[in-house]
């Protein structure tokens, strides 16, 4: 039950988080972007491994701009950020 709860937390505060303005997200969005695999990996201990694999890849299809950032970052590239 705590992990529904803690299911249901999460995607509340992404729901949040998305509706601020971009130069506010980063915050916020980080610590939901480190708290996600701590998620993920708890739903596959505690439910099976093909839901944490469904998990992941909602979270990724969530999270698809900031990783295409980080990837960019990573070769040397200077992407642009929003306003």
């Known amino acids: 039950m705590i992990l529904l709860w803690a299911s249901v ?3 509340i505060a992404a729901t949040i988080v998305a509706l601020l303005p971009m130069r506010i997200q980063y915050v916020p969005g980080i610590v939901l972007l480190l708290a996600a695999p701590v998620l993920i990996i708890w739903i596959g ?4 491994w093909w839901a944490a694999f469904l998990s992941l890849l909602a979270f990724v299809s969530m999270f698809r701009n900031p ?3 980080l990837y960019r ?3 040397g590239e200077r992407p642009e950020v929003p306003k």
């Open 9 to 11: 937390l999460w995607v």
């Open 45 to 48: 201990i505690e439910v099976a």
């Open 67 to 69: 990783f295409r950032y």
């Open 73 to 75: 970052r990573a070769r």
